[in-house]
T-cell receptor, first 114, second 114 residues
Framework: DAKTTQPTSMDCAEGRAANLPCNHSTISGNEYVYWYRQIHSQGPQYIIHGLKNNETNEMASLIITEDRKSSTLILPHATLRDTAVYYCIVRSMYSGGGADGLTFGKGTHLIIQP | DGGITQSPKYLFRKEGQNVTLSCEQNLNHDAMYWYRQDPGQGLRLIYYSQIVNDFQKGDIAEGYSVSREKKESFPLTVTSAQKNPTAFYLC?????????????FGPGTRLLVL
């Protein structure tokens, strides 16, 4: 799976949109971009994923650049409960040899300020 | 409610003792996974199972064992051979082993060595 690069931490004011960037310059054509978040001492929570088109669900929007080398997760109206570590993961759509687990890096610690 | 449950939330282990962490899911998912998370780090895959009575080693399987006798259950045993077992353990499941399938996580078990 391709490697991802995310900022270590970000701040955002409550009620504003939080935009979390992710670079994945070595992504290949059959790899999805996934986003999870982990609130302190809890299990990771799935947020959204996409291949090449922008995606939106009840939690967030995912904007993937045309060349697919980077993406942005958007939380449209951040609340204090959105404070968490956000992980950007690139994952092949095909099952291959070896482990099928998700590769989590260190993610971005998003802090929502009141 | 459908979901993944892990128990206990906290577990204490004495030196040389084996302990078993429980993971149950009622999502009718075929694939299940065990991850380990150390403080400030991402997740690392221990074992995964694609189907009942089958499981595969992940990246850090040494000192751990699993079983998959039922679709709903995937217990993890931390053996005395695991020299540094203190960590946060997370169980996940997905509909199938296909890479594109989303993994959903349980709340985690924190293991502490006395």
């Amino acid at each position: 799976d391709a490697k991802t690069t995310q900022p270590t931490s970000m701040d955002c004011a409550e009620g504003r949109a939080a935009n979390l960037p992710c670079n994945h310059s070595t992504i290949s054509g059959n790899e999805y971009v996934y986003w999870y978040r982990q609130i302190h001492s809890q299990g990771p929570q799935y947020i959204i994923h996409g291949l090449k088109n922008n995606e939106t669900n009840e939690m967030a929007s995912l904007i993937i650049t045309e060349d697919r080398k980077s993406s942005t997760l958007i939380l449209p109206h951040a609340t204090l409960r959105d404070t968490a570590v956000y992980y950007c993961i690139v994952r092949s759509m095909y099952s291959g040899g070896g482990a099928d687990g998700l590769t989590f890096g260190k993610g971005t610690h998003l802090i929502i300020q009141p | 409610d459908g979901g993944i449950t892990q128990s206990p939330k906290y577990l204490f282990r004495k030196e040389g003792q084996n302990v078993t962490l429980s993971c149950e899911q009622n999502l009718n998912h075929d694939a299940m996974y065990w991850y380990r998370q150390d403080p400030g780090q991402g997740l690392r895959l221990i074992y995964y199972s694609q189907i009942v009575n089958d499981f595969q080693k992940g990246d850090i399987a040494e000192g751990y064992s699993v079983s998959r006798e039922k679709k709903e259950s995937f217990p993890l045993t931390v053996t005395s051979a695991q020299k540094n077992p203190t960590a946060f353990y997370l169980c996940a499941s997905s509909i199938s082993r296909d890479q594109k399938e989303t993994q959903y996580f349980g709340p985690g078990t924190r293991l502490l060595v006395l």
